[in-house]
C-alpha cells in the first residue's frame, strides 16, 4: 500500500503523490514514514525530505513547519520545499555570514538569529552532499 505525501508552502501545493516512503527532518532528529504508519502530528526542522517512489528518491529542502500523518496520508506544511538542485549554496553561505554579525542582545534577536544560522548551514550542507 502506498503513501499519499503532499507537501504545502504559501504559495502552493509543491508536491502531491503516491510514494512509498518519506523521511523528514523533524526540529528534534529525523523521522521515517512507511505505509500504515501510526498517526502523529510533528514539528519540522530545516533539513532534507526524501521521498522514496519505487526506486527513485526525490531529495528537498524543507524551512521548518509540521507534518501530519493519518490513514496513509503524510501532509507536510512548510515555508519554502526546495528540490536539492535548486538549493543556492552561495546565498546560504552569505546568509549564514550575515547572521553571525546580526546583534543578538535580546531573546527574541537571539532566537531570529538562531532560526537563520540553522536554515543556512542545513541548505549548506544538503546544497554541497
Do not use: W
Request: glycine share 8%; hydrophobic share 45%.
Amino acid at each position: 500500500m502506498a503513501l499519499e505525501c503532499v507537501v504545502v508552502t504559501p504559495e502552493a501545493t509543491a508536491l502531491e503523490e503516491k510514494t512509498d516512503f518519506v523521511a523528514l527532518p523533524l526540529f528534534d532528529g529525523e523521522i521515517g514514514i512507511g505505509a500504515n504508519h501510526s498517526p502523529l502530528i510533528g514539528r519540522l526542522g530545516y533539513g532534507e525530505m526524501r521521498i522514496k517512489t519505487g526506486g527513485k528518491v526525490q531529495s528537498f529542502y524543507v524551512d521548518g513547519g509540521f507534518v501530519q500523518v493519518a490513514d496513509n496520508v503524510v501532509s507536510i506544511l512548510t515555508n519554502r520545499a526546495v528540490p536539492i538542485d535548486q538549493i543556492d549554496v552561495a546565498a546560504a553561505k552569505k546568509q549564514l555570514s550575515e547572521a553571525a554579525r546580526r546583534p543578538a542582545n535580546t531573546p527574541q534577536l537571539m532566537q531570529i538569529r538562531d532560526r537563520l544560522v540553522m536554515q543556512a548551514r542545513a541548505q549548506i550542507r544538503i546544497g554541497q552532499s
